[in-house]
C-alpha cells in the first residue's frame, strides 16, 4: 500500500502521544522479513530516473526497495534522484515505510570547509558549530537527511591517514568539537527541513591502529580506553547523537562490528543510548577475514547479537537473519529492537508525516553554493590557519610593492585544497593560492617548481608521487634569487591523507624538500605554507626558514583564507590539535603521555633514563601551539578553592595583548593530578577561552573546574575523584610556563 493508504487505514498511529507507541503500531503490522529489511542499507547501484538495467544483482536489489526490504540507502544525492528513490519505497513497499538517505558530509558537501583536522585547529566551537550547521543545510537541500560524521576517534599516529577526519590527540577537545559538530548536523529539532542525523564514528579504538596502519588491530589498555578513547564517544551520546557507526577494528581480539562489550554493554546498557549502530562499509562481511567468523551466516548472527542494528553493504542481514532467527540462534527480540530503534529515528525525521521532505528542487538550486554558505566556508578556512613560526615578522607580507613570487604546484591547484572526503563537490572549484595571492598582486610571478603526483589522481586508487623528474626546479630557483620574499605552497595532495592512506614517512613527499633547501640557498626569506591532511615531520624548515604557515587543506575558499592571512587582512589565531613530530620514529607522540619511572637525565652521559639516542623527546612543535601577528603575555594566575562550598575550584589568569594590532588568543588550562592511585598524564587540558583582545589591552579569565575535570575513570570504567596535589598551568599553549598548585582535601 502507498504511504497516503497506509495513513488513512491506520490513522491512530499518528494520533499516539508519543513516538514510541507509534513505533509499536508499525512493528505490529511488520513480518519478519520486513524488520531485518530495515536493518538493510545499500549503496547507490542505478540511476533510479532511468530504467532498471537488467543485471541480476541490481534487478534483486531495486526488488528489494519495493517489497520493504531496504531501511536505508547512501550515495543516492540529488532531489530528482532521492525522490525516484524514496518513492519506490514508499508507494510500492506494502507498508510505505520511508528510506533514510546518507551520505559522508564530512567537512562540506558541495561547498567544501576546512578538512576537520583543520576546523579542530580553529579551537573555535561556535565557528565549527556553524560550519556543520551549512553542511547540513546544503545536503539535506540535495536530498540527504544522515551524514556518517562526525568522527570523533581520539588518535596520536600521524602515520594513520584519518587523523584529517578527526579532532586530533587530545579526548577534552575531541570531545568538545564532537558536541559543536552534532549541534550543527542536527540543529536545536531534527524534523527540521535543514537537519540531518548526526553518526559518532568509529566505535571504538580505530585511532589507535598498531604502526598507523588502516584497519590494524588497535591493542590498547583499559585506562586509554575510558580515559582516551571512550570519552568523545560519551560526550556524543550525551549530546543526542542518533546513529552511532562501529569500526573495522579488533579491540581484544574481537571485531568492533561483534564486541558486545562495546555495543551493549556500554554504548546500549550503561550510556542508555537510545539511537542506532550502523556498520562501517562490508564490516559485517569483515568479521570472516578476521576469523571470528566461519561464514556470512555465522557473521550476521554475532553482529546482530553484539548490537549492530544495520548492516552496511555486507548484504548478510538481509540474506541470513531470517533463517537466523528460525532456527533460533538469533532472538526475534534482537530483530525487534534493531528495527525499533530505526523506525523510531524516521520518525524524528518526520519522514513518516512526510518522505519527500528534503525534495524540493527550488530549494536546492537557492541553497547550493550560496553566498551565506560560501561565506561560511571562507570564515571558517581563516580561523583553522595556523602561524607556527614568523622570525623577524616576515609576515604579513607588505602590499605595497613588495617583491613576492610564489612557488610550488600545489599553489595553482583547485583539487587538491578539497582534501578528501568530497565525492560531492565539483571537480576544480576550490579556490587557488594563486588566486587568492592575484587579489592583491595581479602581477604576481609564479614558478611551479617539479611536479608532486603523477598520473590521474582518483578517491579509489593510490596516489602516485614523482621522486626522479627535477623539471622546474632550476626555473624556481632562477626565479627566486631576485625576490623580496618567495612564498612556498608545499605539502601533501588532498588525497595523500584519508581512509587507505597511511604513510610511514611524514616529510615532504616526493621533491619538495629538495626543492625547498635549493629555494633558500639564494634566498632567506622564504614563507613556507604547507597545505597537508596530518602533522608533518619538517625538522629542517623549521630550523631554516623564518616563516611557516599551516594551512592544511582548507576547502572551497582555500586560497582566499591564505591570502588575507599572508597579506595581514586577517590575524591567524589557530592552535595545534596534534603534535608535530620531529621524526616518524617518535609516532605515536602526544603531549598528554605519562612519566616514566626514570623520565630525567640525571646526570651528563647517563643512559638509563627514557629517551632516544639520535633524537630528543619533544614534539617540533607541541600541541595547542600556534602564534599570531601580536604578541600575548599571561600573569597573575591564582586559584580559588571553593570545593568545600560548591564543588568548584576557580582559577583566574589575566590576559594581555603586548603587541600592536587587535588578535585572538586561545587560553588553554592544563591540570595535572600529582599523585593517584591510577598514574595520570603529565598534564591534560581541562579548559579552554577563546579571547579577542585590542593592543595594549588586558582582561582578566575565569576557570570554573569541578568534578567532571578532577576526576577520572579506573580500569572498570567507574568514575572518581581522589584527594591529592593538583598542578595547574595555563597559558598558549600545552608548553604553558606559568604554573600553580592546589590541594584537594575534600573527597570523603
Given at each position: 500500500?502507498?504511504?497516503?493508504?497506509?495513513?488513512?487505514?491506520?490513522?491512530?498511529?499518528?494520533?499516539?502521544?508519543?513516538?514510541?507507541?507509534?513505533?509499536?503500531?508499525?512493528?505490529?503490522?511488520?513480518?519478519?522479513?520486513?524488520?531485518?529489511?530495515?536493518?538493510?542499507?545499500?549503496?547507490?547501484?542505478?540511476?533510479?530516473?532511468?530504467?532498471?538495467?537488467?543485471?541480476?544483482?541490481?534487478e534483486?536489489?531495486?526488488?528489494?526497495?519495493?517489497?520493504g526490504?531496504?531501511?536505508?540507502?547512501?550515495?543516492?544525492?540529488?532531489?530528482?534522484?532521492?525522490?525516484?528513490?524514496?518513492?519506490?519505497?514508499?508507494?510500492?513497499?506494502?507498508?510505505?515505510?520511508?528510506?533514510?538517505?546518507?551520505?559522508?558530509?564530512?567537512?562540506?558537501?558541495?561547498?567544501m570547509?576546512?578538512?576537520?583536522?583543520?576546523?579542530?585547529?580553529?579551537?573555535?566551537?561556535?565557528?565549527?558549530?556553524?560550519?556543520?550547521?551549512?553542511?547540513?543545510?546544503?545536503?539535506?537541500?540535495?536530498?540527504i537527511?544522515?551524514?556518517?560524521?562526525?568522527?570523533?576517534?581520539?588518535?596520536?599516529?600521524?602515520?594513520?591517514?584519518?587523523?584529517?577526519?578527526?579532532?586530533?590527540?587530545?579526548?577534552?577537545?575531541?570531545?568538545?568539537?564532537?558536541?559543536?559538530?552534532?549541534?550543527?548536523?542536527?540543529?536545536?529539532?531534527?524534523?527540521?527541513?535543514?537537519?540531518?542525523?548526526?553518526?559518532?564514528?568509529?566505535?571504538?579504538?580505530?585511532?589507535?591502529?598498531?604502526?598507523?596502519?588502516?584497519?590494524?588491530?588497535?591493542?590498547?589498555?583499559?585506562?586509554?580506553?575510558?580515559?582516551?578513547?571512550?570519552?568523545?564517544?560519551?560526550?556524543?551520546?550525551?549530546?543526542?547523537?542518533?546513529?552511532?557507526?562501529?569500526?573495522?577494528?579488533?579491540?581484544?581480539?574481537?571485531?568492533?562490528?561483534?564486541?558486545?562489550?562495546?555495543?551493549?554493554?556500554?554504548?546500549?546498557?550503561?550510556?542508555?543510548?537510545?539511537?542506532?549502530?550502523?556498520?562501517?562499509?562490508?564490516?559485517?562481511?569483515?568479521?570472516?577475514?578476521?576469523?571470528?567468523?566461519?561464514?556470512?551466516?555465522?557473521?550476521?548472527?554475532?553482529?546482530?547479537?553484539?548490537?549492530?542494528?544495520?548492516?552496511?553493504?555486507?548484504?548478510?542481514?538481509?540474506?541470513?537473519?531470517?533463517?537466523?532467527?528460525?532456527?533460533?540462534?538469533?532472538?526475534?527480540?534482537?530483530?525487534?529492537?534493531?528495527?525499533?530503534?530505526?523506525?523510531?529515528?524516521?520518525?524524528?525525521?518526520?519522514?513518516?508525516?512526510?518522505?519527500?521532505?528534503?525534495?524540493?528542487?527550488?530549494?536546492?538550486?537557492?541553497?547550493?553554493?550560496?553566498?551565506?554558505?560560501?561565506?561560511?566556508?571562507?570564515?571558517?578556512?581563516?580561523?583553522?590557519?595556523?602561524?607556527?613560526?614568523?622570525e623577524?615578522?616576515?609576515?604579513?607580507?607588505?602590499?605595497?610593492?613588495?617583491?613576492?613570487?610564489?612557488?610550488?604546484?600545489?599553489?595553482?591547484?583547485?583539487?587538491?585544497?578539497?582534501?578528501?572526503?568530497?565525492?560531492?563537490?565539483?571537480?576544480?572549484?576550490?579556490?587557488?593560492?594563486?588566486?587568492?595571492?592575484?587579489?592583491?598582486?595581479?602581477?604576481?610571478i609564479?614558478?611551479?617548481?617539479?611536479?608532486?603526483?603523477?598520473?590521474?589522481?582518483?578517491?579509489?586508487?593510490?596516489?602516485?608521487?614523482?621522486?626522479?623528474?627535477t623539471?622546474?626546479?632550476?626555473?624556481?630557483?632562477?626565479?627566486?634569487?631576485?625576490?623580496?620574499?618567495?612564498?612556498m605552497?608545499?605539502?601533501?595532495?588532498?588525497?595523500?591523507?584519508?581512509?587507505?592512506?597511511?604513510?610511514?614517512?611524514?616529510?615532504?613527499?616526493?621533491?619538495?624538500?629538495?626543492?625547498?633547501?635549493?629555494?633558500?640557498?639564494?634566498?632567506?626569506?622564504?614563507?613556507?605554507?604547507?597545505?597537508?591532511?596530518?602533522?608533518?615531520?619538517?625538522?629542517?624548515?623549521?630550523?631554516?626558514?623564518?616563516?611557516?604557515?599551516?594551512a592544511?587543506?582548507?576547502?572551497?575558499?582555500?586560497?582566499?583564507?591564505?591570502?588575507?592571512?599572508?597579506y595581514?587582512?586577517?590575524?591567524?589565531?589557530?592552535?595545534?590539535?596534534?603534535?608535530?613530530?620531529?621524526?616518524?620514529?617518535?609516532?605515536?607522540?602526544?603531549?598528554?603521555?605519562?612519566?616514566?619511572?626514570?623520565?630525567?637525565?640525571?646526570?651528563?652521559?647517563?643512559v638509563?633514563?627514557?629517551?632516544?639516542?639520535?633524537?630528543?623527546?619533544?614534539?617540533l612543535?607541541?600541541?595547542?601551539?600556534?602564534?599570531?601577528?601580536?604578541?600575548?603575555?599571561?600573569?597573575?594566575?591564582?586559584?580559588?578553592?571553593?570545593?568545600?562550598?560548591?564543588?568548584?575550584?576557580?582559577?583566574?589568569?589575566?590576559?594581555?595583548?603586548?603587541?600592536?594590532?587587535?588578535?585572538?588568543?586561545?587560553?588553554?588550562?592544563?591540570?595535572r593530578?600529582?599523585?593517584?592511585?591510577?598514574?595520570?598524564?603529565?598534564?591534560?587540558?581541562?579548559?579552554?577561552?577563546?579571547?579577542?583582545?585590542?593592543?595594549?589591552?588586558?582582561?582578566?579569565?575565569?576557570?570554573?573546574?569541578?568534578?567532571?575535570?578532577?576526576?577520572?575513570?579506573?580500569?572498570?570504567?567507574?568514575?572518581?575523584?581522589?584527594?591529592?596535589?593538583?598542578?595547574?598551568?595555563?597559558?598558549?599553549?600545552s608548553?604553558?610556563?606559568?604554573?600553580?598548585?592546589?590541594?584537594?582535601?575534600?573527597?570523603e
Amino acid at each position: 500500500m502507498s504511504s497516503v493508504t497506509f495513513k488513512e487505514k491506520d490513522s491512530t498511529l499518528l494520533q499516539q502521544d508519543t513516538i514510541d507507541k507509534k513505533v509499536d503500531s508499525v512493528l505490529n503490522l511488520m513480518t519478519l522479513e520486513e524488520k531485518i529489511g530495515q536493518m538493510n542499507q545499500y549503496n547507490g547501484f542505478m540511476d533510479f530516473t532511468g530504467p532498471v538495467p537488467n543485471v541480476e544483482d541490481t534487478e534483486r536489489k531495486f526488488e528489494h526497495i519495493k517489497m520493504g526490504y531496504v531501511g536505508a540507502m547512501l550515495n543516492v544525492r540529488g532531489v530528482k534522484e532521492v525522490r525516484a528513490v524514496q518513492k519506490i519505497a514508499v508507494e510500492q513497499s506494502r507498508l510505505g515505510i520511508p528510506l533514510i538517505f546518507g551520505f559522508d558530509v564530512i567537512h562540506g558537501y558541495e561547498t567544501m570547509s576546512p578538512i576537520p583536522l583543520a576546523e579542530a585547529a580553529s579551537w573555535d566551537l561556535k565557528a565549527i558549530q556553524e560550519s556543520a550547521r551549512l553542511a547540513a543545510k546544503e545536503a539535506s537541500a540535495a536530498g540527504i537527511n544522515w551524514t556518517f560524521a562526525p568522527m570523533v576517534d581520539v588518535s596520536r599516529d600521524a602515520r594513520w591517514g584519518r587523523v584529517m577526519e578527526g579532532a586530533g590527540e587530545d579526548p577534552f577537545l575531541s570531545s568538545e568539537i564532537a558536541v559543536a559538530r552534532i549541534q550543527g548536523f542536527q540543529g536545536k529539532d531534527l524534523a527540521s527541513q535543514e537537519s540531518i542525523m548526526a553518526c559518532a564514528k568509529h566505535f571504538a579504538a580505530y585511532g589507535f591502529p598498531e604502526a598507523g596502519r588502516e584497519y590494524n588491530n588497535a591493542d590498547i589498555g583499559t585506562s586509554t580506553l575510558y580515559n582516551i578513547v571512550l570519552p568523545p564517544f560519551k560526550a556524543s551520546n550525551d549530546a543526542g547523537v542518533r546513529t552511532f557507526m562501529n569500526s573495522f577494528n579488533q579491540l581484544n581480539g574481537i571485531p568492533a562490528t561483534a564486541n558486545t562489550f562495546l555495543l551493549r554493554d556500554i554504548l546500549k546498557e550503561k550510556w542508555n543510548f537510545k539511537g542506532f549502530v550502523v556498520s562501517d562499509w562490508g564490516s559485517v562481511a569483515e568479521l570472516i577475514p578476521h576469523g571470528y567468523a566461519k561464514d556470512g551466516k555465522m557473521a550476521a548472527k554475532l553482529a546482530v547479537n553484539a548490537g549492530t542494528d544495520m548492516d552496511m553493504e555486507s548484504h548478510l542481514y538481509v540474506n541470513e537473519l531470517v533463517s537466523l532467527v528460525k532456527e533460533g540462534l538469533v532472538d526475534s527480540a534482537a530483530i525487534d529492537d534493531a528495527a525499533r530503534r530505526i523506525l523510531k529515528i524516521k520518525f524524528e525525521l518526520g519522514l513518516f508525516d512526510n518522505p519527500y521532505k528534503y525534495c524540493d528542487l527550488e530549494r536546492e538550486k537557492k541553497v547550493m553554493g550560496s553566498t551565506e554558505i560560501i561565506n561560511g566556508a571562507l570564515d571558517m578556512a581563516l580561523k583553522s590557519i595556523v602561524l607556527l613560526k614568523n622570525e623577524n615578522q616576515l609576515l604579513p607580507l607588505d602590499k605595497s610593492g613588495q617583491n613576492a613570487v610564489l612557488i610550488g604546484v600545489l599553489a595553482t591547484e583547485k583539487n587538491s585544497p578539497l582534501g578528501n572526503w568530497r565525492a560531492a563537490a565539483k571537480e576544480n572549484t576550490g579556490v587557488s593560492v594563486l588566486e587568492g595571492m592575484q587579489q592583491y598582486d595581479e602581477n604576481i610571478i609564479y614558478s611551479k617548481g617539479p611536479d608532486l603526483t603523477l598520473g590521474k589522481i582518483e578517491f579509489t586508487k593510490e596516489v602516485l608521487i614523482n621522486n626522479s623528474d627535477t623539471t622546474g626546479i632550476t626555473e624556481a630557483v632562477e626565479v627566486a634569487k631576485e625576490a623580496d620574499v618567495v612564498v612556498m605552497v608545499l605539502g601533501e595532495h588532498g588525497l595523500q591523507s584519508g581512509e587507505g592512506r597511511s604513510r610511514t614517512q611524514l616529510g615532504l613527499p616526493g621533491l619538495q624538500q629538495e626543492l625547498l633547501e635549493k629555494v633558500f640557498e639564494v634566498n632567506k626569506n622564504v614563507v613556507l605554507v604547507l597545505n597537508n591532511g596530518r602533522p608533518l615531520a619538517l625538522p629542517w624548515a623549521k630550523e631554516n626558514i623564518p616563516a611557516i604557515v599551516e594551512a592544511w587543506q582548507l576547502g572551497s575558499q582555500s586560497g582566499n583564507a591564505i591570502a588575507q592571512v599572508l597579506y595581514g587582512d586577517y590575524n591567524p589565531s589557530g592552535k595545534l590539535p596534534m603534535s608535530f613530530p620531529r621524526n616518524v620514529g617518535q609516532v605515536p607522540i602526544y603531549y598528554n603521555s605519562k612519566s616514566t619511572g626514570r623520565p630525567s637525565l640525571p646526570s651528563p652521559d647517563f643512559v638509563f633514563w627514557s629517551h632516544y639516542q639520535d633524537e630528543v623527546n619533544d614534539a617540533l612543535w607541541v600541541f595547542g601551539h600556534g602564534l599570531s601577528y601580536t604578541e600575548f603575555e599571561y600573569a597573575d594566575l591564582s586559584v580559588i578553592d571553593n570545593y568545600s562550598s560548591n564543588g568548584t575550584i576557580e582559577v583566574t589568569v589575566k590576559l594581555t595583548n603586548s603587541g600592536k594590532v587587535k588578535g585572538k588568543e586561545i587560553v588553554q588550562l592544563y591540570l595535572r593530578d600529582k599523585f593517584s592511585s591510577i598514574a595520570r598524564p603529565v598534564k591534560e587540558l581541562k579548559g579552554f577561552e577563546l579571547v579577542e583582545l585590542e593592543p595594549d589591552s588586558s582582561t582578566p579569565i575565569r576557570f570554573i573546574l569541578d568534578k567532571s575535570h578532577l576526576g577520572f575513570y579506573d580500569n572498570e570504567g567507574n568514575w572518581f575523584i581522589e584527594n591529592g596535589s593538583f598542578d595547574i598551568w595555563v597559558g598558549g599553549s600545552s608548553n604553558a610556563a606559568l604554573k600553580t598548585t592546589f590541594e584537594l582535601n575534600e573527597i570523603e
